[in-house]
């Protein structure tokens, strides 16, 4: 699930470390920060945040932490889970297949990410990995069908990852 909160911490050396440690603690991915130094309300210093955890119960610890170490959540929002979209497709794989390959996914909609591996071995067999996330289960189902019916027309396997 990625998460955008806005936060305000005593304009204090420190405070900024102490704040991001109970992300890195329940096994966040910190996407950005934004530490809005030029406003300084009350003595407090508001800073803009985006991370991604693994579960809400992940998210609950980090906010019970900051209520302990006095830090103000102002606003959370964009809060949206993240679903896995893994396969290994084999055989006569150019690269501009692979291009429709990416190209397909992301017009289904609601894609975050599609990272590509892809073997350059002499041979005219390739493999290729394409691992992504979405952010609604309806898009695997949609990217399933898109890539089996694709490995039909085309002529290669398509192997579905196991993750979450």
């Known amino acids: 699930m990625r998460v955008n909160v806005d936060i305000q911490l005593k304009d204090i050396p420190g405070q900024l470390i102490g704040a991001l440690e109970p992300i890195s603690k329940n096994d966040g991915n910190i996407r950005s920060v934004v530490h ?10 508001s800073i803009n945040l985006t991370f ?24 959370i929002d964009h809060l949206f889970e993240t ?11 150019p ?9 397909g996914i992301q017009a289904i909609g609601d894609v975050e990410s599609i990272d590509v591996r892809y073997s350059v071995s002499g041979s005219k067999e ?9 952010r609604n289960k309806d ?9 089996y019916d694709r490995a039909k027309r085309i002529g290669y396997i398509v192997i579905r990852g196991f993750g979450e």
């Open 36 to 45: 809005r130094h030029d406003k300084v309300s009350g003595g407090k210093i």
């Open 52 to 75: 991604e955890v693994g579960n809400q119960k992940a998210l609950d610890n980090i906010l019970a932490e900051w209520k302990g170490k006095e830090v103000d959540v102002m606003k």
């Open 83 to 93: 679903f896995r979209l893994d396969y290994v497709v084999v055989g006569e794989l």
């Open 95 to 103: 690269p501009a297949e692979v291009r429709k390959i990416i190209e």
């Open 126 to 134: 390739k493999a290729a990995l394409f691992s992504g996330k979405v």
């Open 139 to 147: 898009v695997i189902k949609k990217a399933n069908k898109f890539m």
